[in-house]
């Protein structure tokens, strides 16, 4: 009793009867998630995975989406280098350029499962605590010697615990919430801890929850969870997981806390974080105005069905503003078709929005939608530093889908409470 | 200390971007490539004048954002000696050492240092000497000094395969 989340899955993995925080112990993850930067990885290891080859063929998610299409002869090379290692070793789950954002993907393919560990080498891999699964971002290195090993260590975090009550008033959503949480913490407020979401989490959709969980390492976070309730059980039972066949591993509601914080969501107002920390909050009152040069909607923080629809219903009958490109960036392949089936892109496409394949290129200034100097995007991506969109001296502010896709219209940032 | 070394002081939230532009990532991978590219958009001199044996003191939550290991792959490359800062965020803390890069986690240490002070490290003791003042930090875990006197996490890992 009296045991987090964290302290509870890392006992189970270890072999162990209890775990304290601050014990360092040994595990096996689940899965090893790696993107393009599977060529860099890989290309450590050469010598090794000649003599040795890879450890598990099923340990490997790889999801080609940072740099897709290729938008060099360099990032296609690296692309076919993953190929042929995919080929050459057997990896058993490989999804190739146009089937989406990593973390979005590893979800819809039913590989991020409740109570499993997943690593990856992208900071965002703490998406799937949205699904109750211990995933954290380590680095490329790291990746590199778990192919070969399987293996890894992990320190046992402390954890702090977030409760929620009562419902989002629209167009208030879940990026409201999470930037909040960010703008009263800080960049550093949960640096090594476990986030836990407690209370009225029913009224929490996955889709929120995977926004939310998306954005814990922007606090810091090493994992940010939520409990497996009805809703997760549905949801995985929707992409063919079976009920019952994972483990819902839960704090104890006794279980000791390094802090815990308390949210009302009928409360929260829509809110922006200001250049060029995710942590600079900002009022309606303070931003409204600032004319803004692109708007972006979509990545794996607000690029799903949910987020694009709201885009497309704001959207709808009006025109982008002629100063302002806005860009709709869907997070995987069957959002993409979704979205198609439903109009939401014909709507978006009319109103002047410019629809990209599926992948992270304009997020983190790889590919597509660079920002040029003196310029300003709202965007509903996690990351606003400085340079993140390929320009340092661009301006990135973070909103919600409501609030870009309101400004779009505006030209400037406008607060969507006004305009929906 | 030899009085070569560059002491290099930045503040908080130094994040993955301002150590190496994320527009790199998919482009430069080995040391040679990051190199001249390290805090290019936060201190332009630093790959210009930085060499082995220098240090870099900074402020809270240093190395946050990306999970890209350019940063401490590359500061280990140019000879960083140690990172002195008031705390990490966790994926660089793990890279740096995957790396085999020292990161010491001593507020007090950032605190004592203006610009001229003379600094004296002993990784040894885990002490270290701001003019007259003697700061304490922790030493790493058995498990964990094992990556980083292996020379970073590759090396120990070959080591292992090899047994």
């Not at chain 1, 703490?126 to 320190?155: N, Q």
């Not at chain 1, 009302?264 to 009152?285: C, I």
């Not at chain 1, 009006?318 to 960036?329: E, S, Y």
């Not at chain 2, 002081?9 to 190199?35: Q, R, V, W």
Request: glycine letters at 8%; hydrophobic letters at 40%; one cysteine or more.
């Amino acid at each position: 009793m009296r045991k987090t989340f964290a302290e509870k899955l890392l006992a189970i993995k270890a072999g162990l009867n209890e775990v304290v925080p601050g014990q360092i112990v040994t595990v096996k993850p689940e899965h090893l998630l790696t993107h393009d930067n599977t060529a860099a990885i890989i290309g450590k290891i050469e010598d090794e995975l000649n003599q040795y080859g890879v450890v598990n063929p099923a340990l490997s998610v790889i999801v080609l989406d940072h740099v897709v299409p290729a938008a060099n002869e360099k990032t296609a090379a690296n692309h076919k280098k993953i190929r042929e290692f995919v080929k050459r070793h057997g990896i058993k789950h490989f999804y190739d350029a146009g089937e989406g954002i990593c973390h979005q993907v590893t979800i819809e393919k039913g590989l991020a499962i409740p109570g499993t560990i997943i690593v990856g080498s992208d900071s965002h891999t703490c998406s799937y605590g949205a699904l109750g699964v211990f995933s954290t971002g380590i680095d490329r290195t790291e990746a590199a010697a778990l192919m070969l090993t399987g293996e890894t260590w992990l320190k046992v975090p402390q954890s702090i615990k977030i409760t929620l009550s009562g419902e989002f008033k629209f167009p208030v959503t879940a990026k409201d919430l999470v930037l909040q949480i960010i703008g009263d913490i800080k960049a550093d407020g949960a640096n090594y801890c476990a986030v836990e979401f407690h209370g009225d989490i029913h009224n929490l959709s996955i889709e929120d929850r995977i926004t939310i969980a998306n954005m814990g390492v922007e606090m810091g976070a090493k994992v940010a969870v939520f409990p497996v309730d009805e809703l997760t059980e549905e949801y995985l039972e929707g992409i063919d997981v079976v009920r019952g066949s994972y483990e819902k591993i839960w704090a104890d509601a006794d279980a000791e806390y390094l802090c815990e914080l308390r949210y009302d969501l009928s409360k929260l107002e829509p809110v922006v974080a200001k250049p060029h920390t995710v942590d600079n909050l900002a009022k309606m009152e303070e931003v409204e105005g600032i004319p803004i040069d692109q708007c972006l909607v979509g990545t794996c923080t607000n690029g799903r069905i949910g987020d694009i629809e709201i885009a497309a219903t704001i959207l709808n009958g009006k025109k982008v503003h002629p100063d302002v490109r806005l860009l709709i960036l869907p997070a995987s392949r069957s959002i993409y078709n979704e979205a198609i089936e439903k109009g939401y892109f014909k709507l978006l496409s009319q109103a002047g929005a410019i629809i990209l394949p599926p992948g992270c290129g304009p997020c983190l200034g790889a590919h597509m939608g660079v920002l040029a100097p003196g310029e300003k995007c709202l965007s509903t991506a996690n990351r606003n530093f400085k340079g993140r969109m390929g320009c340092k001296e661009a301006e990135i502010f973070l909103a919600s889908p409501a609030t870009v896709a309101v400004s779009a219209v505006e030209g400037k940032i406008t607060d969507p409470r006004n305009k929906v | 200390m030899q009085n070569s070394s560059t002491i290099w002081k930045y503040g908080n939230d130094i994040n993955t971007d301002m150590l190496f532009p994320g527009k790199y990532t998919y482009t430069c991978s080995t040391a040679e490539e990051i190199k001249p590219h390290l805090l290019e958009d936060l201190d332009p001199n630093f790959a210009k004048n930085v060499k082995p044996g220098d240090i870099i003191f900074a402020g809270t939550n240093f190395g946050c954002g990306s999970s890209r290991e350019q940063p401490a792959l590359g500061l280990r490359a140019v000879g960083i000696k140690a990172i002195v800062a008031k705390s990490f965020a966790r994926i660089f803390y793990r890279a740096a050492i995957n790396q085999g890069l020292l990161l010491i986690e001593c507020p007090e240490a950032v605190d004592a240092y203006t610009e001229g002070a003379s600094v004296d490290l002993d990784i040894e003791k885990g002490e270290i000497k701001i003019d007259d003042s003697i700061f304490h930090f922790p030493t790493l875990p058995p498990e964990i000094l094992a990556i980083r006197d292996a020379g970073g996490l590759l090396e120990y890992t070959r080591q292992k395969l090899a047994q």
